[in-house]
């Protein structure tokens, strides 16, 4: 944009402003190709116009007051319905707005996150570890504690097997691990058929 000095008239020394027919046309939200029609019709013309160094531009004031005088209704209707639609786009935001703007976004992400698991611990989908870990631990002691009382007796399985019998031994420690998870499936309350497997399948002789 340019300022420059009035010409003459009641403005004199007056500064006014001188822009491009691109720039004019983005102020007032036409085209180019329309501003140029303006010019080409008569409806810009006289001190509007400023041909400085040989190029064409447009005086911005005096432009403005000729547009208002010389469109016709529809076409003023159409100038300040594209005004109005440039005014409404937002302002780009600077880094402390662009800041909040994210601010805001991830609190609202996290609000959602927070309530849907609220929503999945409530109906049983999700159980909160620290409720639960001790009661855990509390199975655990009691599993291991089952575990290590059943070695006596396993001990005793294999002491009678004799000597060397490789395929003894396994049939003995298949008969102990499977009387330690009877034992472990009545004390935890599970029903003995859900822990036992198949007799034939236990009692199948290893290869090798």
């Known amino acids: 944009m340019t300022i420059a000095a009035s010409a003459g008239g009641a403005g004199d020394g007056a500064a006014r402003r001188v822009v491009s ?48 005088l010389t469109l016709d209704p529809i076409q003023r209707a159409a100038q300040a319905s594209a005004a109005s639609a ?35 611990a409530s109906n ?25 009382a059943a070695f006596p007796d396993l001990a005793d399985e294999l002491l009678a097997v004799p000597t060397g019998d490789r395929k003894s031994v396994i049939l003995a420690l298949r008969r102990g691990f499977r009387s330690v998870r009877q034992k472990i499936a009545d004390q935890m309350g599970a029903t003995a058929a859900g822990v036992a497997t198949s007799q034939q399948a236990e009692e199948d002789e290893p290869q090798g």
């Open 124 to 148: 049983g989908t999700w159980v909160r570890t620290a409720e639960i870990q001790p009661a855990w631990s509390r199975r655990l002691v009691e599993l291991m504690a089952l575990i290590e």
């Open 86 to 120: 440039a005014a409404a786009i937002p302002p780009a935001l600077n880094n402390d707005q662009q800041r909040l703007v994210r601010a805001n976004a991830e609190l609202k992400e996290t609000q959602a996150l927070r309530a849907r698991a609220e929503l999945l």
């Open 21 to 68: 027919k691109a720039e004019f046309s983005r102020m007032i939200g036409r085209s180019k190709a329309a501003v140029t029609g303006y010019v080409k019709d008569g409806k810009i013309s006289g001190r509007a116009l400023d041909h400085e160094d040989g190029v064409e531009r447009i005086v911005v004031d005096e432009a403005l007051r000729q547009l208002d």
